[in-house]
Structures are given as structure tokens and as C-alpha cells.
């Protein structure tokens, strides 16, 4: 596994193999990354739109949902083909390419989108709990703090772990709607006259650029980019087509399903609310207790509400992977998965718990709207980077997109990011003439004149001179040396012992690592309740049977002519196996890893990974 400090996701860079498999087991090999994707485009805070264009125009905008599908599948493919080829995140690539103050703003605003998404998630899945429990709004918000250990576990168990379990989730929803499909009973033939384009009046064209701006979530670019690379692949050119032309099929499928869900929505509420009249329809609420009523059948609203909390669930794990890919590209730091998610999530509640304390209830599907306007105004600073870099031949070689593709590319970058403008200066402009306060004001016009600037600067700065000289300049400092690579000698290794069968590989690595003059310390740290309480003052009967135990691995390396003495440790192994170290001037220590996943690690410890952090000397874990 490469653990490179450099790449997306270390924990399970090229974790998955996809060569030496038949033909099926390469293609499902490649199958997820698109999965983790596609929850994004079926997020609650799409809901809303679809809901609306179905309630209110019947099936008529259903060509617009099949054509922001087809924008997205284009650009997600984009995404996925700077991860394959260059070995790059969209956050690493632009913290290649652009200045550093541009790169803070890219962060920031990356940031910003990922808080909006989660935002949105949190309300959705809080309207679930309540329309399946009846709990407060409130108290749902605040419960959804807790599947912040539940991402915890899923990234314990590896990449396909978590792709299983997200895909498990999106066939909830999605036979969560099929079910209510079939209860609907919707008119097959005017549901494929929705294909055909038509826009019946000026709010319908509202609800279409709603629908279109609200598909392209900006961290799903970042997200692609990286997933694809959990993938290890040849990385001959056959190798690399390949994995090119797999993982569009992966997106083909994954975002056709999204689109199939989103479909759903609109057709359930055409089916539902249009054919009874009933076009006022566009909270989420409204729809869930109105489907009882219209379809006779307490299930419906219940595999309703059951398909919000799925929606909710799967994308908020996709939006703090989202997170950490950001925060590694751009500023080169790794925290904690579940500080990430804790501390993302809290941005999330905070706002939401203020509005429905301070403005009530009636007051969320607001604040909905607005983490959909957040997202807006970040999507051309993801868009136009990525397209910069998939078309440039000096970094993508052969891979590098056809003019056909690019013009395509631009043509929808234009369209959403006009359409998204255009939703951000409508809100502005609504907000400006109505609020009074000047002070705001100034600092809305002032946020539009820096959101201009930033944007031009993305579209022009990649194709500066000053761009060609640095691009294959890359991450690494060209003038880097390397030495002279001397061999290190280590005077003095610890060992942490565990008396187990482990001991063994333990002690040959150690002295595997040594020389014939180096001295070496084995510790063993005794965990008795009367060692715990007692420390040095112990003796027990564990803590005499440790002693001999140590004293019988002494005698046998010295009469194997090997410098060796023991120490024993007490109370706290990570702190006490550091101490001893530290004590006895070790310049090298061995342990052994326990191997422990997931909720084990919260019952066992993770010692290993505690000593690190004690010591400032190399330290060897033997698993």
C-alpha cells in the first residue's frame, strides 16, 4: 500500500489490485468510486426541485433532469481522468498551478461548498427522523452528529467496505421510489413525452435552471479525482486506456442510476400532486404527508421518509472524504477522520440548530435554499480548473481531452456557471433592496466584485507563460539530493514485548536492524489491576511471572552472545513503553501491531499509534 505523504487518500491509495483478475473481476475491480459520486446527485437538497417541477408542470421537465445528467456524467469523467493519468486530486492540482493566495481562496471556498453540502444532508435526514418518529426537528439535527463514528468504522474496514455500504444505501432509495412508483401508477406514454424539450412559461425555466445548477456538486469533482485512484493499475498505456474506459462505464452506470432516482421523484409527484391538482407542492414535508392521502396506503410516506434518511446517510460519508481531500491537497495536512467529520459536522448543526431556535421550524426549508446557493457560487472555481488541466498536452500527454470534448467541456461550464451567477445576483439583489442595512450591503457587493476577480483569474491564469514554465514542475523540489544514503547504526533498540507468539518477529527485527555492537532493551509493560494501582511497588503473581518470563528472553540471547537487559513497565503501554525508550536512550524501537479494525481499536487501544506520537526516534511496528 503507498502510504506517499503526497497522495490522495494514502490510507488506500492503490489499495485495490485490479490486474491478474478474468474479465469480470477487473470490471467490478473498478466498479465504485462512481457510487460514492452518484449520492451526491440524489442528496436531499434535490430534492426540493424535483419535487416542485413534478408537482407543478407534470413530467414536462423531465428532459431537463436527462440533460443535467448527461452534463454531469461528462464532467465527472473529467474528473476521473486526472486521477488516472496524472496521479493527481483536483485539490493537488491546482495547488500546483496556482499562487498561493489563489489557493487559499480555492480552499476556503472548497470548504465552504463541503459545509453547504453537509448542511443540506443534516436537515434532510433530520426531516426524515421526524417525518418517520415524530422526534423535534431539533433533536434530530443534533442526532446526526452521531454517524460521525460510523464513518469512523467504515474507513477502518478499507475502501470496498465503504463503497458496499454506500451502495446499499442508494438501493434503499432507490427501491424505496420504485415501490412508490408502482403504487402511483403513472402514465407510461406522457412520462416519455417528458423527454421532449419545452419550457411551458417563466417560472417552469426557474425550476429547470434549479434543477441544472443544483446537479454539479463541486466536491464531487475533488472526490472522483481521488477515489479513482484507490485503483493500482498498469501504468503502461494499454493499463491506462483501460482504466480510463472502465471507469466511465463505472460513471455511465452509477449516474444513470442517480438520474433514475431523481426521475422517480419528479414522476412520483407528477403522478401524485399534478394529476390531483395539487401544484402548491415543494417542501419536502408537504409531499410526505400528502402521499398518505393520495395513495391511500400509509407505506408510501413511510418508504418516503425511510429513502430521505438513506439520501442523508450515504451522502454525508461521501462529503467528509470530500473533506479530507481538500484539506490534504491544498494545505498538505492530515487530521483525524473523526476530528474531519466531527468538526464538519458541527459547522453543519450550529446554523441549523440557530435557525429553528431563533426563526422556528418553518424556517429550514430557507436555509435549505441557501446551502444550495452556497454550492452555486463554488462551482465554476472546480469546473474551470479541471478543464485547464484534462486539456493540457504537456502534463496529459496523449490522454489530454479532443477538441470536440473541450468544446463541449467549456460550453457547459459557460451554461452552469451563468445559471449559477445568475441564482447567486437574484438572491443578492432580493436580499440587497429589501434588508435596509447598509453596512451588509457593502459587504454582499463587495464579496460579488471578489467572486468576479477570483473567477477570472481561474479561467486566465492557467494559460500564462509563467503556467507552462512551472507545470511539470510539479509537488517535488527539483533540486532536491538525496546523499549519500549511509546505512543508519543504531547503538541502542528497544523492544516492546508482548510475551506472545509475536515476540519472535518482534526480537529478529530488531536485531535484524542492529549490529554486533549494539546493546538492546526489551520492555515488557505489566497490565495486572494490582500493577495498574501499584506501578513499581507491584508483586503480584503477574508481575512475577513477567519478570521470569523477561529473564528467560535474556538468557537466551546472551547465550547467543547478544548485549541485552530488561526493564519492566507499569500502568499506561503506550506512555510507559515511550518513557523506557526515552530513559534507556534507545535511537531505535520495535513493537508489534495488534491488527485491530474498527470498533476493536476503541476496546484494545491503539498502542502503536500512540508510541509515535511519544517518541522522536524511528519506530518499527510489526504486524
Do not use: C
Not at 493540457?392 to 451563468?418: E, F, H, R
Not at 533540486?479 to 519472535?504: H, N, T, V
Not at 499509534?609 to 510489526?622: C, D, E, Y
Amino acid at each position: 500500500m503507498n502510504h506517499h505523504p503526497h497522495t490522495s487518500l494514502s490510507d488506500v491509495h492503490q489499495s485495490i489490485d485490479t490486474s491478474k483478475k478474468s474479465r469480470w473481476r477487473k470490471l467490478f475491480a473498478f466498479f465504485g468510486p462512481a457510487y460514492l459520486v452518484s449520492v451526491g446527485y440524489m442528496d436531499p437538497g434535490n430534492w426540493a426541485t424535483d419535487l416542485a417541477g413534478g408537482s407543478q408542470y407534470g413530467y414536462k421537465l423531465l428532459w431537463v433532469l436527462l440533460m443535467s445528467n448527461m452534463m454531469a456524467l461528462l464532467l465527472q469523467s473529467l474528473s476521473a481522468r486526472l486521477g488516472i493519468v496524472r496521479g493527481r486530486d483536483l485539490a493537488q492540482a491546482n495547488r500546483e498551478t496556482y499562487p498561493r493566495g489563489v489557493n487559499f481562496l480555492l480552499y476556503v471556498l472548497a470548504e465552504i461548498a463541503i459545509a453547504a453540502t453537509d448542511l443540506a444532508e443534516v436537515l434532510g435526514m433530520a426531516i426524515g427522523i421526524q417525518l418517520l418518529t415524530g422526534l423535534p426537528l431539533i433533536w434530530g439535527v443534533s442526532l446526526t452528529i452521531l454517524d460521525t463514528f460510523l464513518l469512523l468504522i467504515l474507513q477502518r474496514y478499507g475502501i470496498r467496505k465503504m463503497e458496499a455500504f454506500i451502495v446499499s444505501l442508494v438501493a434503499i432509495v432507490g427501491i424505496s421510489f420504485l415501490i412508490q412508483l408502482i403504487m402511483a401508477k403513472p402514465e407510461m406514454h406522457e412520462v416519455v413525452k417528458g423527454f421532449v424539450p419545452s419550457i411551458p412559461d417563466n417560472n417552469a425555466l426557474y425550476i429547470a435552471i434549479g434543477i441544472i445548477g443544483a446537479t454539479v456538486m463541486p466536491h464531487n469533482l475533488y472526490l472522483h479525482s481521488a477515489l479513482v485512484q484507490t485503483r493500482k493499475i498498469k501504468r503502461t498505456d494499454a493499463g491506462i486506456r483501460q482504466a480510463l474506459k472502465l471507469n466511465f462505464i463505472d460513471s455511465t452506470i452509477a449516474l444513470n442510476l442517480a438520474f433514475l432516482v431523481n426521475a422517480a421523484i419528479l414522476i412520483l409527484a407528477a403522478a401524485v400532486f399534478y394529476k390531483t391538482g395539487r401544484t402548491d407542492v415543494a417542501e419536502i414535508q408537504d409531499a410526505y404527508e400528502l402521499l398518505s392521502q393520495l395513495l391511500s396506503s400509509k407505506l408510501a410516506p413511510i418508504l418516503f421518509a425511510v429513502a430521505l434518511i438513506a439520501a442523508g446517510q450515504s451522502s454525508t460519508v461521501t462529503g467528509t472524504l470530500a473533506g479530507q481531500i481538500v484539506m490534504e491537497g491544498y494545505l498538505h495536512l492530515r487530521i483525524n477522520p473523526w476530528l474531519r467529520r466531527l468538526l464538519t459536522r458541527l459547522i453543519a448543526i450550529i446554523p441549523a440548530l440557530l435557525v429553528i431556535l431563533i426563526a422556528g421550524e418553518k424556517k429550514v426549508g430557507e436555509l435549505l435554499v441557501f446551502s444550495q446557493v452556497l454550492l452555486s457560487m463554488q462551482l465554476g472555481f472546480a469546473i474551470i480548473p479541471l478543464i485547464h488541466f484534462v486539456s493540457d498536452k504537456k502534463t496529459m500527454g496523449n490522454y489530454a481531452i479532443k477538441p470536440a470534448v473541450k468544446v463541449a467541456s467549456w460550453a457547459i461550464t459557460a451554461l452552469l456557471v451563468y445559471l449559477n451567477m445568475r441564482m447567486v445576483y437574484t438572491e443578492a439583489i432580493g436580499y440587497i433592496t429589501g434588508s435596509g442595512n447598509i453596512l451588509v450591503d457593502g459587504v454582499i457587493i463587495a464579496a460579488g466584485i471578489g467572486f468576479v476577480i477570483l473567477l477570472v483569474t481561474t479561467i486566465i491564469y492557467p494559460v500564462t507563460s509563467r503556467y507552462r514554465q512551472e507545470a511539470s514542475g510539479g509537488i517535488h523540489t527539483p533540486q532536491i539530493s538525496l546523499g549519500e544514503l549511509d546505512k543508519p547504526e543504531y547503538k541502542r533498540i528497544a523492544m516492546a514485548l508482548e510475551f506472545s507468539k509475536k515476540d519472535e518477529q518482534i526480537i529478529a527485527n530488531a536485531i535484524g536492524h542492529g549490529n554486533e555492537h549494539t546493546e538492546y532493551v526489551l520492555i515488557h509493560i505489566v497490565e495486572s489491576a494490582s500493577a495498574k494501582y501499584f506501578g513499581k511497588e507491584s508483586d503480584d503473581f503477574e508481575t512475577r511471572k513477567d519478570q521470569e518470563q523477561l529473564d528467560t528472553y535474556l538468557a537466551l540471547l546472551r547465550s547467543r552472545g547478544i548485549k541485552a537487559h530488561g526493564v519492566l513497565g507499569f500502568r499506561h503501554r503506550a506512555k510507559e513503553i515511550a518513557r523506557i525508550a526515552i530513559d534507556e536512550k534507545a535511537d531505535f524501537l520495535v513493537l508489534g501491531g495488534h491488527g485491530h479494525r474498527g470498533i476493536k481499536d476503541w476496546i484494545y487501544g491503539e498502542t502503536a499509534n500512540q508510541v509515535r506520537h511519544f517518541v522522536k526516534i524511528p519506530v518499527l511496528v510489526v504486524q
